[in-house]
């Protein structure tokens, strides 16, 4: 499933990124590698956050705090690799940033939709600990971490 968003945020933001902030074809390419990047490195972690959080950040709905808190992280891990694998300067990282993340996150929206599910293998998919982010959750989701920990527990057996 990531390989499937990490080719249509190639073939959409690339080509804007060139076209709108004015990235010749490396620099656009090296952006969005490093926008996966980052957001592998932050779920896949599994740490600070909660699942209800990376539902909320990857809905329709709006965002909790905690689910700003994610894109938060998310968009400074990508700043930093803007700047310091792809070579881009802060301001240009800066915009860059403001205009992939939305892009990642409109796209994971649409491949998750709020289902714990599919979070969990995109998740496990990106090299990240599913099984350990939904320990870490203990009690704190209440309905939503049983209701997930649910549909997962056959990835886990």
């Keep these: 499933m990531f390989d499937q968003i990490l080719s249509t945020l190639q073939k959409e933001a690339a080509p804007a990124l060139m076209s709108k902030l004015g990235l010749n074809e ?21 740490k600070g956050f909660g699942l209800d959080d990376v539902l909320s950040l990857f809905s329709n709905n709006a965002n909790t705090s905690g689910a700003n808190g994610i894109l938060s992280k998310v968009g400074d891990a990508l700043h930093g690799k803007l700047t310091n694998q792809v070579g881009l300067d802060a301001g240009k990282a800066g915009s860059v940033k403001d205009m992939v993340l939305p892009m990642i996150t409109n796209l994971v929206s649409q491949h998750v939709g709020g289902d714990g599910g599919k979070l969990g293998s995109l998740i496990q998919g990106m090299g990240g600990d599913a099984e350990g982010l939904l320990k870490q959750l203990g009690g704190n989701a209440g309905g939503l971490a049983d209701a997930a920990k649910g549909m997962l527990g056959k990835l886990f057996s």
């Design 26 to 46: 490396q620099q656009a390419s090296g952006s969005v590698s490093a926008a996966a990047d980052s957001v592998k490195e932050v779920l896949g972690s599994g």
